[in-house]
């Protein structure tokens, strides 16, 4: 699905991600952990188009898509969502969601108001898709509420929702469970599997352990924007630069 090479981004001074290199299998749940700085968002924003590379090369589905926009890689089956919650206070729950369909469309405002009945139609079907997406997550109740209203869990829930409504083929979620408690980071957990099995496949930056070592395929470690490790979570486990980088006591939980 996703081959990234040799991939390196600069700031001034700071190597925020160096000659990093691996591939994503379809179908998988792929998580990058790391200690705070390690690089793991830079990696997301120039995976998504939001930063251009100072070198490497990006490939979804063996074609470079190293520094092309955003919403280009949207319409071919990119969708993410954001380690800062990025949602519009001033509009519905469903018309955040909504936003993230219409991601994926391309319609010319022109040739919209042409065919304007049409358009009505299309509205209609895409908010009756994004309600349902709304109970994918399990925020149906807040079909109806502003978004203001809704506490911090299903506000990230609610992204997560925004950003199935492009239809993704690849997911990248940044910190989905951080600031959640136990029993909602577990509901996560849920989400996530629900999502992969539906065919998605997942990149996951996150903190929690239990979190990554229960549901990830695959693990790549991150530390100094250098990739650290890489394998199974047995594998990443038992890696005495990842106890002794980053794991520390948790490795042995
Ligand atoms: N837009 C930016 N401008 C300057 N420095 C940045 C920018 N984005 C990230 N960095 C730097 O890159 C490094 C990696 O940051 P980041 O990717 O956010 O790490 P992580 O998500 O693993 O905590 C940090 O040193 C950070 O300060
Ligand atoms: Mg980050």
Do not use: W
């Not at 700085?37 to 997301?44: D, N, S």
């Amino acid at each position: 699905m996703l081959e990234i090479r040799n991939l390196t981004r600069t700031f001034g001074g700071v190597t925020a991600v160096q000659e990093v290199s691996f591939r994503i299998r379809a179908g998988t749940i792929h998580s990058v952990i790391g200690p705070n700085g390690a690089g793991k968002t830079t990696l997301f924003n120039l995976i998504t188009g939001l930063y251009q590379p100072s070198s490497g090369q990006i490939l979804l589905e063996g074609e470079s898509i190293g520094g092309h926009p955003p919403d280009e890689l949207a319409r071919r089956g990119m969708s993410r969502t954001f380690q800062n919650l990025q949602i519009c206070m001033n509009m519905s729950a469903l018309e955040n969601v909504m936003v993230g369909a219409h991601m994926r469309q391309n319609q010319g405002l022109l040739a919209g108001m042409a065919r304007l009945g049409k358009l009505v139609r299309a509205e209609r079907a895409c908010a009756a898709e994004c309600v349902e997406l709304m109970n994918f997550v399990g925020v149906g109740r807040y079909v109806d509420a502003d978004a203001s209203q809704l506490p911090y869990g299903a506000l990230k829930r609610l992204e997560i929702a925004r950003a199935l409504a492009a239809k993704p083929k690849l997911l990248l979620l940044d910190e989905p469970a951080a600031g959640l408690n136990h029993t909602e980071t577990q509901e996560i957990d849920v989400l996530i599997k629900k999502v992969a099995a539906a065919g998605v496949t997942v990149v996951l930056v996150e903190h929690d352990m239990k979190l990554v070592m229960n549901i990830s395929d695959h693990i790549l470690v991150l530390n100094y924007g250098k990739k650290l490790a890489e394998g199974t979570a047995q594998e990443v486990r038992a890696n005495p630069e990842v106890i002794a980088a980053y794991l520390g006591g948790a490795a042995a939980h």
